[in-house]
C-alpha cells in the first residue's frame, strides 16, 4: 500500500492550493483520513481529518481557511487551503488507516512542501 501526495508548492500570502493523496495497492476499505502539516523546528500537528462516512474535524489555525475532501471510490483525500498565511509554511503529509485482508494499518504519504510567502 502507498499514500501518493501531490499539489504542494510556492504560493503568496492570500493564495490558495490543493493537495491530493491517492491510496494505492491491496485496499479492503479506509476509515480516518487526514493531513498533518510539520514546519521546521516544530512537531507533527493534525491539519484536518475526515471519517468513512464524511465527518470532519479541523484544527483551530485552518478552520474558515482549509476544506479537507474525500473521493471514496479513488480511494483520495484532498485539502483545500485558501486564504493561505506564511505562518501555513510547512511539509504536509497525508494519513490514513487502511484495513487490508491481513489487519488494519495506519499509512503516511511522503510528505509536500508548501511555502507560503508574505
Known amino acids: 500500500v502507498q499514500l501518493q501526495a501531490s499539489g504542494g508548492g510556492l504560493v503568496q500570502a492570500g493564495g490558495s492550493l490543493r493537495l491530493s493523496c491517492a491510496a494505492s495497492g491491496s485496499i479492503l476499505s479506509i476509515a480516518d483520513m487526514g493531513w498533518y502539516r510539520q514546519a521546521p523546528g516544530k512537531e507533527r500537528e493534525l491539519v484536518a481529518g475526515?471519517?468513512?462516512?464524511?465527518?470532519?474535524n479541523y484544527a483551530d489555525p485552518v478552520k474558515g481557511r482549509f476544506t479537507i475532501s474525500r473521493d471514496n471510490a479513488k480511494n483520495t483525500v484532498y485539502l483545500q487551503m485558501n486564504s493561505l498565511k506564511p505562518e501555513d509554511t510547512a511539509v504536509y503529509y497525508c494519513?490514513?488507516?487502511?484495513?487490508?485482508?491481513?489487519?488494519?494499518?495506519?499509512?503516511w504519504g511522503q510528505g509536500t512542501q508548501v511555502t507560503v510567502s508574505s
Open positions: 475526515i471519517t468513512s462516512g464524511g465527518s470532519t
Open positions: 494519513h490514513a488507516q487502511i484495513r487490508r485482508s491481513n489487519g488494519k494499518y495506519i499509512y
